[in-house]
């Protein structure tokens, strides 16, 4: 069994639209979430971090986390094609410690 | 700053050959992880080094993978002998967990394809 799950896409979304992002994972105890973003051909980088229940936004981002639910979310706002990429899901024990699973990743296509 | 550097970036070797990729974390980071991405499993840790001290590696496949950090600016993944199912991405990451709540933000290099044949 996966112990962080999304949903490969491609998740096709117009421009302007708002893009929604899913991922569950298995480890109750699980305390640091994060959404990196890989382009095609290039490494994740870090754009989102979350480690209480509730919404924290950042700019057009939006990330959700429902502990109860184990289940994380990313919202993009004004989609834009520059947005099109990979979005892993990590899961972390939190504290110092930065062991983080990954999601195999959802793909994002921003369409004109 | 520089980031992680990673080398060779690209690397196509024969089956039975030794692999070596390096990797130079950023400085100040005092921990580093190997991991691999295919596109079947996605990122997978390899391993993952404390301080210059392996940690984990409960996720090396096998006995034909080894890590070694031997200071602080220095870390090499090796693989003797290579076999076509090691072609992957591996990406060499690094970070920080000096402060009392870690960010847990890993740094990534851009990776080193490596190929099989």
């Known amino acids: 069994q996966k112990e962080v799950e999304q949903n490969s896409g491609p998740l096709s979304v117009p421009e302007g639209a708002i893009a929604s992002l899913n991922c569950t994972y298995s480890d109750r105890v699980s305390q640091s979430f994060f959404w990196y973003r890989q382009y095609s051909g290039k490494s994740p980088e870090l754009i989102m971090s979350?480690?209480?229940?509730g919404d924290k936004e950042d700019g057009r981002f939006t990330a959700q986390l429902n502990k109860a639910s184990q289940y994380v979310s990313l919202l993009i706002r004004d989609s834009q094609p520059s947005d099109s990429a990979t979005y892993l899901c990590?899961?972390?024990?939190?504290?110092?410690?930065?062991?983080?699973?990954f999601g195999t990743g959802t793909r994002l296509q921003v369409t004109l | 700053d520089a980031g992680v550097i990673q080398s060779p970036r690209h690397e196509v070797t024969e089956m039975g050959q030794e692999v070596t990729l390096r990797c130079k974390p950023i400085?100040?980071?005092?921990?580093l992880f190997w991991y691999r991405q295919t596109m079947m499993r996605g990122l997978e840790l390899l391993i993952y080094?404390?301080?210059?001290?392996?940690i984990d590696d409960s996720g090396m496949p096998e006995d034909r993978f080894s890590a070694k950090m031997p200071n602080a600016s220095f870390s090499t993944l090796k693989i003797q002998p290579s076999e076509p199912r090691d072609s992957a991405v591996y990406f060499c990451?690094?970070?920080?967990?000096?402060?009392?709540w870690g960010t847990g933000e890993l740094f990534f290099g851009e990776g080193s394809r490596l190929t099989v044949l």
């Open positions: 979350i480690y209480s229940n």
């Open positions: 080094f404390n301080n210059n001290v392996p």
């Open positions: 990590a899961v972390g024990p939190g504290g110092t410690a930065s062991k983080l699973t």
């Open positions: 990451a690094s970070s920080s967990n000096r402060l009392a």
């Open positions: 400085s100040g980071h005092n921990s």
